[in-house]
Nanobody, 121 residues
Framework: VQLQASGGGLVQAGDSLRLTCAAS????????VGWFRQAPGKEREFVAG???????GYADSVKGRFTISRDNAKNTVYLQMNSLKPEDTAVYYC????????????????WGRGTQVTVSS
């Protein structure tokens, strides 16, 4: 599976961004897709995920602000990020696993290159 993340940029606090993860090389509907992020000096952490069943999950830090969705016809997962905060600044990665039932980072065996999100105060 090849994953391509895009949509990052430099925004101000309170602004919105939409990240896109485009997948190829696999039947997309069988993939659980997750978004993870890594800030400088910190470990990579889970942000949001959407299972192949369309069940969604979020980290507590983004609940109510971020929304994950998928379009199987376009082989794409979106992460709508609203009310961005400076602490959301990180490189965001999308990852995928076949028929995943958890968002355990170690279970994801397909990873794309990241996209930088920078939120200024």
């Amino acid at each position: 599976v090849q994953l391509q993340a895009s949509g990052g940029g430099l925004v101000q606090a309170g602004d919105s961004l939409r990240l896109t993860c485009a997948a190829s090389g696999r039947t997309f509907s069988m993939l659980t897709v997750g978004w993870f992020r890594q800030a400088p000096g910190k470990e990579r952490e889970f942000v949001a995920g959407i299972m192949w069943t369309n069940r969604q999950g979020y980290a507590d830090s983004v609940k109510g602000r971020f929304t994950i969705s998928r379009d199987n016809a376009k082989n794409t997962v979106y992460l709508q990020m609203n009310s961005l905060k400076p602490e959301d600044t990180a490189v965001y990665y999308c990852a995928a696993e076949d028929y995943g039932s958890t968002y355990q980072q170690s279970n994801f065996n397909y990873w794309g290159r990241g996209t930088q999100v920078t939120v200024s105060s």
